[in-house]
């Protein structure tokens, strides 16, 4: 069954609503886009959709009660409530390292879960 | 507050602006450069910004806003520069002398041979747009419920309404969302999202988030937490259309109404400000109506794009440096004008002459299919074609020296229709 | 240290006076209560004083050139004012006389009155009959110093003033005081002179035996006392009623300010400006409003006079924002409307005679009504109090003035006010000092930190808002706000989950991030997006 699906593209500011047609999963027709990067990102969009997921994991001992995490690189879009989920049980200890792998592999997608910035230890507290 | 302190330069705010324009400054062969910063970190805002999408032209890579600022904060950290934290700036004067205050060095007189204004901007609050209704707990700007959920680990509300489509405003739907809390909806008073299409397409279709334009809330339920809030369709005037109000249950209002350049040492310097931007009125070199006084970043006018307060605080950074050893020379005094659908351009005005600028703009409304040209005393010396220019995205253009070498009058830029496609 | 958010002073079980209601009038009297006896309780079903009327007033201190001669308020307010200086003596709280600026508009009569009347009897009319009149009504009411202007003098007082103004009158006499922060010091002044004021204790009853009151019944136990005050604003004949005692309907009406960024309007106007209305003209029961600037310089406009159902309903609503914007529009045409920092709405407490009911009841013995205290309840309140000290005189109370009152009570300090050398001293004291919290209004931790232990303990943000000022800039909290509450938390001693804005019901945040995810996530794992 031949089926439509509309993506807006987000790579300049014409914002071009893009209409792809596709039956069983085989694109056969993308249409509405200005130029050749609407076509490639709304297939992109309708095969395998990535987001980098961020959001923050709690530490213990920190300047700051949580840290910002991301996925080191964008997984599929179906997963990102997941990650942020599994993310929430996760606690560190301080301090942490910029870069540090907080959850390696995540959800089985391959890609390691990191620290965004680092969180020194607590010492006298905030000013 | 024993002897007063004679840096060559004092950067007010380590923001992404701040950050780089102490780089700068002190990159360009300042010795003594102080950055002041009231938070008890760098970083300003950035370090709360945990989703990507920042650094694409200064490191041409997609970073987190936490991720932008350590490759800065890293390299200030290095750099010798001096850095002042959870200290505040209580006066700054026309002759540059600057009172600030911390825990550690009690009040703190400083006269720099520069300084540079970065304190960046701050939210509208509800009482400037005028929300009618109760005054409950619950009622909250997008950025202060940004810094509460990613930096506090708090949750400022279970079920939000969020007015004002711009980026924060998207991105913080997404944020709650992610957090368990639900987001009723975004309500936008504009026919038109204010915020990037790609935080419309990431923060609210991908999660089913309604976007209501030409709505507003117009009314705030719950005395002492916010219980409710009436939200009504806006006619062309943005009123409220009689008979279009629905009452929305929820605990949390998340304002998301407008960034206002942050100015008030500005003003005590008697800092000329820009009655569009908000912001001082500056040159090529970001310096400001007062001598010495340089200012870059959301201060200025608010960006859209990190990068480009980088760019600014750069420029700003380099020309304190230049300020200070000497170098700094005005050949003359030429306004940059809008014109055609520009509603305004940064710098206002060019001084020194002789060198290429970059100017930043917005333009008054969205149009497609345009040229962008910058015209010096009438002739076009810069063009580009742009599919498309919206009001909430800002364009770049430049000027390049040659075209400044000669006796100029006036620079203008103007967005007009693309004549091939037209 | 505290180990409750909340105000509970323990409640003794016998006062030999209690004084219901903690607003400006309630304190007041019972710091003036003081100077004879220490054994005074003031009860409040707040979290804070003042968070009636008192809180959210235009803090003008009235001549009574508004009031209706032969009325209690009209001679309480002139009496009031001239007390005023005295009354705020040693409390350590601002008071300035700006004066107010009369203006006389074209709008100030009805077009019916100037139809018959030449150009030249039309002109005579607005520069000399009005302004004379309004001068002459002054002074039978014993208003002094009042002045009739030229047009060319109003501007010169007011360049902001519409260029239609006709003339003036200058009433030297109208003040200005914030009137929460006298509320505060006045509670403040009472408890320094042994009265104890019990918060978050609300009155549900009294017991009457013999026709005289035995005692109070509230939320939180029973204290037995022979004299009662009822100063309970917007509530005052609900508690009346419930002694008995009562007779008077109080039916609240709200008035909405707008309050201006004084960065940008100090100085838009100097002293009070209003627009004169020929009596009958008015629209509402409002006196008509002002513009004003508040003692720390922010213009004020407003208020207006809405009639409520709901005791409680400090709602602002659209039209009243406009009729503001309307009325103001054409007085001071350019001002800054962009400036607005905020707005609030407070509740007038009139009877529906429209006077004060100062009085013992007839009914009970031992019971005095203090109701109907509306605008100018705050200028009248020296008056107010004085004349109640008259009654408990009648009453056979002994009035015996007490050698060991307090005289002062000594003003928080406001580190912004010092100079740089006071500052560095105080910060090499202690250097809570050097932090500032709130960048607006430049108010630091440590001023926070004394909020919180004052005598009147501020509990909640807006407690520690009204002490400090900390959110009441062009920011309003965005900044300051989680710093406050992280300072309220650690004084108080509880999770900062648990500070509120004002009191019970009021939380700052409803928990933690992750915390939803971890109660949610252990059901279904696998969902999808959506």
């Given at each position: 069954m031949r089926r439509k699906h509309e993506f807006i593209c987000i790579n300049c500011p014409l914002s071009c609503t893009v209409e792809l047609f596709e039956e069983d999963g085989e694109v056969l027709e993308v249409r509405g886009n200005e130029c050749a990067v609407g076509e490639k990102y709304a297939v992109t969009e309708f095969r395998d959709p990535r987001r980098r997921v961020t959001t923050t994991v709690r530490v213990r001992?920190?300047?700051?009660p949580v840290v910002p995490v991301a996925t080191a690189s964008p997984v599929p879009k179906r997963l990102v409530r997941e990650v942020v989920r599994v993310l929430a049980s996760v606690e560190l200890e301080a301090p942490v390292e910029m870069g540090q792998v907080v959850m390696p592999d995540v959800l089985g997608t391959g890609v390691d879960v990191i620290a965004t910035r680092p969180l020194p230890s607590a010492r006298k507290g905030r000013g | 507050m024993s002897r007063t302190w004679k840096p060559d330069v004092v950067v007010i705010g380590a923001g992404p602006a701040g950050l780089g324009a102490a780089l700068a400054a002190r990159e360009a062969g300042l010795r003594e450069v102080v950055l002041v910063e009231r938070d008890f970190e760098l970083g300003g805002i950035l370090p709360q910004c945990i989703h990507d999408g920042f650094g694409s032209i200064v490191f041409e890579q997609v970073l987190t806003g936490p991720e932008y600022a350590q490759r800065f904060i890293e390299r200030v950290e290095r750099s010798g520069i001096e850095v002042l934290l959870d200290t505040m700036v209580l006066e700054l004067r026309p002759d540059r002398r600057v009172v600030a205050v911390n825990s550690r060095d009690g009040v703190l007189e400083m006269e720099p041979g520069a300084v540079v204004l970065a304190m960046g901007c701050r939210e509208r609050t509800r009482h400037q747009v005028l929300i009618p209704g109760f005054r409950p707990a619950g009622v909250i700007c997008a950025g202060a419920a940004q810094r509460e959920i990613n930096i506090e680990g708090l949750m400022p509300g279970h079920r939000v309404v969020i007015l004002g489509s711009g980026d924060i405003g998207l991105i913080m739907a997404r944020r709650f969302t992610l957090e368990g809390a639900e987001v009723e909806g975004v309500y936008e008073i504009?026919?038109?999202?204010?915020?990037l299409t790609r935080n419309l397409v990431q923060c609210l279709h991908d999660f089913q988030i309604p976007l209501h334009l030409s709505h507003t809330v117009t009314f705030i339920h719950g005395r002492k937490r916010v219980e409710a809030v009436t939200v009504a369709r806006v006619d062309g005037n943005r009123k409220p259309v009689p008979g279009t109000e629905r009452l929305v249950e929820c605990d949390t209002l998340v304002l998301s109404v407008g960034l206002i350049p942050e100015n008030e040492l500005s003003k005590k310097a008697g800092v000329a400000l820009h009655p569009v931007t908000g912001g001082p009125v500056v040159d090529e070199l970001m310096e400001t109506s007062v001598e010495g006084i340089f200012a870059c970043g959301n201060v200025v006018s608010v960006f859209d794009l990190v990068d480009y307060v980088t760019f600014t605080a750069q420029v700003a950074g380099r020309g304190a440096a230049e300020f200070v050893g000497g170098r700094r020379r005005h050949r003359g005094e030429v306004p940059v004008k809008p014109g055609r659908n520009v509603r305004f351009v940064v710098p206002q005005r060019l001084r020194c002459l002789d060198r290429e600028v970059e100017l930043y703009f917005r333009v008054e409304r969205p149009e497609k299919s345009v040229q962008v040209r910058v015209l010096v005393d009438g002739k076009p010396v810069s063009s580009k074609k742009a599919r498309m220019v919206r009001p909430p995205e800002m364009v770049r253009a430049s000027i390049p020296a040659e075209a400044l070498s000669g006796q100029v009058r006036e620079v203008v830029v103007e967005v007009v229709p693309d004549e091939k496609e037209a | 240290m505290v180990s409750s958010p909340r105000n509970y002073q323990p409640l003794p079980p016998r006062a030999e006076i209690v004084v219901v209601g903690a607003g400006v009038i309630g304190c007041a009297i019972a710091r003036e209560l003081t100077r004879y006896t220490p054994d005074v309780l003031v009860l409040d079903?707040?979290?804070?004083?003042?968070?009636?009327a008192s809180k959210a007033n235009n803090a003008e201190i009235h001549s009574g050139i508004g009031e209706d001669p032969g009325t209690l308020k009209q001679r309480l307010n002139v009496r009031g004012n001239q007390m005023y200086e005295e009354f705020v003596r040693g409390l350590g709280v601002e008071f300035k006389r700006q004066g107010l600026l009369i203006v006389v508009t074209?709008?100030?009569?009805?077009p019916e009155m100037l139809k018959k009347m030449s150009e030249e009897e039309r002109i005579k009319f607005f520069t000399e009959v009005i302004p004379r009149g309004i001068v002459s009504f002054g002074e039978k009411a014993g208003i002094r110093g009042l002045q009739v202007l030229s047009r060319e003098e109003v501007f010169r007082r007011e360049p902001n003033v519409t260029r239609e103004a006709l003339a003036g009158v200058f009433d030297p006499n109208y003040g200005m005081v914030c009137p929460y922060k006298l509320t505060i010091a006045l509670a403040e002044h009472a408890v320094l002179n042994g009265a104890k004021v019990c918060l978050n204790t609300e009155v549900t009853g009294f017991r009457v035996e013999d026709g005289r009151v035995r005692a109070v019944i509230t939320n939180r136990g029973v204290v037995e006392t022979s004299l009662v005050i009822n100063a309970a604003g917007v509530f005052a004949d609900e508690v009346a009623d419930m002694a008995g005692a009562g007779g008077f309907r109080i039916h609240p009406r709200k008035g909405a300010t707008l309050l201006f960024d004084r960065e940008v309007t100090s100085e838009y106007v100097r002293s009070s400006v209003a627009e004169f209305r020929l009596p009958g003209m008015k629209k509402t029961k409002s006196k008509g409003g002002g513009a004003m600037p508040t003692v720390e310089g922010n213009l004020q406009l407003g208020p207006t006079a809405v009639e409520v159902e709901d005791k409680y309903d400090t709602s602002i609503m659209a039209e009243e924002i406009e009729e503001i914007f309307e009325r103001f529009h054409y007085l001071l045409p350019d001002f800054p409307r962009d400036a607005v920092i905020s707005a609030f709405s407070g509740v007038r407490a009139p009877t529906y005679e429209e006077d004060f009911v100062i009085e013992a009841s007839d009914r009970v013995g031992g019971f005095v009504n203090v109701a109907g205290i509306q605008s100018p309840g705050l200028a009248s309140a020296p008056a107010i109090v004085e004349m109640v000290m008259g009654i408990l005189r009648d009453m056979g109370w002994r009035l015996e003035e007490r050698e060991d009152f307090v005289h002062e009570r000594p003003a928080p300090i406001k580190?912004?006010?010092?100079?740089h050398r006071e500052k560095h001293r105080l910060i090499m004291e202690?250097?809570?000092?050097?932090?500032?919290?709130?960048?607006c209004e430049t108010v630091t931790e440590m001023e926070v930190v004394n909020a919180i232990h004052s005598i009147i303990p501020a509990t909640d943000m807006d407690a520690v808002k009204r002490r400090t000022r900390t959110g009441m800039g062009r920011c309003q909290g965005g900044f300051c706000g989680h710093r406050v509450a992280a300072i309220l938390a650690r004084e108080l001693g509880i999770p900062i989950t648990q500070v509120t804005k004002n009191g019970d019901g009021s939380p700052l945040y409803l928990g933690r991030t992750k915390e939803t995810l971890l109660s949610r996530g252990k059901g279904s794992s696998l969902e999808g997006e959506g």
């Open positions: 001992g920190g300047v700051l | 504009m026919d038109y999202p204010g915020g | 079903k707040e979290n804070d004083v003042a968070c009636g074209p709008r100030s009569a009805p580190f912004s006010e010092l100079s202690d250097p809570r000092w050097g932090h500032v919290v709130c960048r």
